[in-house]
């Protein structure tokens, strides 16, 4: 938190962890404290057992607008390494799912987040844009290519050069997002939705053939498949009674 009560908070329940961009005053951007801090946080949750999921969201009215253009020094030097802090790059770099709860307008870098997240959930409030090329400047936390693959290259394209927001149901249309429920019911669907998320180590494993495969060819994801499975253990008991918890999970009541 900032000296004014502002920044990020964190609260845990049972297994996910939420964290809220909590500077309302600024529609929740993001200085250089506040991303160093998102990383760490990020980082912290991934090596916690006890932690099965983490959900981003924003203090209402907004998402987040991304990185805090106030807060760069206009004499400061843009290699320096304090302007590498990449969430981006974080958060694609966790096995731990990551569902973004989005609240409100998401605009460039709290875009990036999304795009890097494992899937988001919007209210009907949510609005998207990429507003890079109005400020002069490019994607650094990997939009360009997670944007087009995303929402395909002609919208992609046409939302980073001009700037205009995506709705909700056209975010849902597109498979920007998943979901999208009433805002009062925003925060309660997510965490019933990270509440489904398997507890078990299988969950990060999938999620790592998912972002290592992706750039691949059909014959190169089914190879990296059946060599990851080739050199894991398998339990015939647990499996067993796995598969008679999940049946029984399934059945109707």
Known sequence: MTDDGEGLRVADDAGVRTITFDRPSARNALTGAMRRELCSLLAAA???????????????????????????DPDS???????RVNPGSTLRAMTTPVICAVNGPCVSGGLEIVLSATFAVASERARFADTHARLGVVPAWGLTALLPRA?????????SITGNFVGAEAALRLGLVNHVVAHDELLAATGALAGQIAATGAVGEILGLYRRGQDLDLHGALALETDHVAGRSFDPAAFTRAGQETAARQRPT
């Open 46 to 72: 991934e090596s916690e057992p006890a932690v099965r999921a983490v959900v981003l969201t924003g203090t209402d009215p907004a998402f987040t607008a991304g990185v805090d253009f106030k807060d760069v």
């Open 77 to 83: 030097d843009a290699t320096d390494p304090r302007f």
């Open 151 to 159: 929402v395909g290259v002609r919208k992609a394209a046409e939302m």
